[in-house]
């Protein structure tokens, strides 16, 4: 079992930047593809975001493209996605989530595809 923890949320302004991690436990994330996922108020849950197990490929919604970054560090078991110039609609509750299965590399945003997810935690966006 992985155990995902999200933490860096809160409040920033428009056109700011902020870094959300994701802490795993319970067993290495090394071979997993990782993913961010986030939901709006009213909205269903969106993918953000992912990379793949080696970190070479990384795939974003278009909206985030060319602002928000997806990384890791196997060392530290730990995913990272840093969000620069937010905007108000980038206001959410932002989760991680690890992917099934060993070695992925190719782009899902299905969720059904994540097998592990984390609590989320806030990010609002002031205008």
């Known amino acids: 079992q992985v155990q995902l923890v999200e933490s860096g949320g809160g409040l920033v302004q428009a056109g700011g930047s902020l870094r959300l991690s994701c802490a795993a436990s319970?067993?290495?994330?090394?071979?997993?593809?990782m993913g961010w996922f986030r939901q709006a108020p009213g909205k269903e849950r969106e993918f953000v975001g992912a990379?793949?197990?080696?970190?070479?490929?990384?795939y974003y919604t278009d909206s985030v493209k060319g602002r928000f970054t997806i990384s890791r560090d196997d060392a530290k078991n730990t995913v990272y996605l840093q969000m620069n110039s937010p905007k108000p609609e980038d206001t959410a509750v932002y989760y991680c989530?690890?992917?099934?299965?060993?070695?992925?590399?190719?782009?899902?945003?299905?969720?059904?595809?994540?097998?592990?997810w984390g609590q989320g935690t806030q990010v609002t966006v002031s205008s």
């Open positions: 319970g067993r290495t994330i090394s071979r997993h593809a």
């Open positions: 990379i793949t197990w080696n970190g070479v490929s990384t």
């Open positions: 989530a690890a992917r099934g299965g060993y070695y992925s590399a190719s782009y899902n945003p299905y969720e059904y595809s994540y097998n592990y």
